[in-house]
């Protein structure tokens, strides 16, 4: 497993793979520039806690945002629209812990995908990890 790569152009280094954990969970962190992170998402088979590394980031709970505090821990839970964001003027860096033996892997494949360009197949992929994305097309019909 790559344990360094981009994904949707921002560096993403898996620190604890699931491999290590026997399957119960991988760690992660994210480089962001100032408005970076993910698209709002929903995992069917995931919960994820964040914490901040470097610079400023919120959290987005389906409804509002709200800054993530200085040596907080804040959850994202599946089922639940969630995202994150470098809400700050610098590049900073956000860790997150993913339970399960899936999400590095999920990681290391979306690395493949370009946007805008593969957006569709990112979409498609997403879906057999069980991760959508409520404010993007929905996957293409099997």
Known sequence: MRTKFEVFGEPVEIIITSAQTNGCYSVSR????????????????????????????????????????PNGLVLGPRGHVHTFRNCGDVDGVI?????GNRFDTFLEGLSAFTMPHDLQAMIDYSVGFGITYPTLPPPTAR
Do not use: L
Not at 51 to 66: A, K
Not at 95 to 99: L, R, W
């Open 30 to 69: 994210e480089h962001c520039k100032p408005g970076g992170g993910p698209p709002p998402h929903i995992h069917a088979n995931e919960d994820e806690a964040f914490s901040v590394i470097s610079g400023r980031f919120e959290i987005f709970n389906g409804e509002s945002w709200t800054e993530i505090p």
């Open 95 to 99: 860790q997150f812990v993913c339970s």
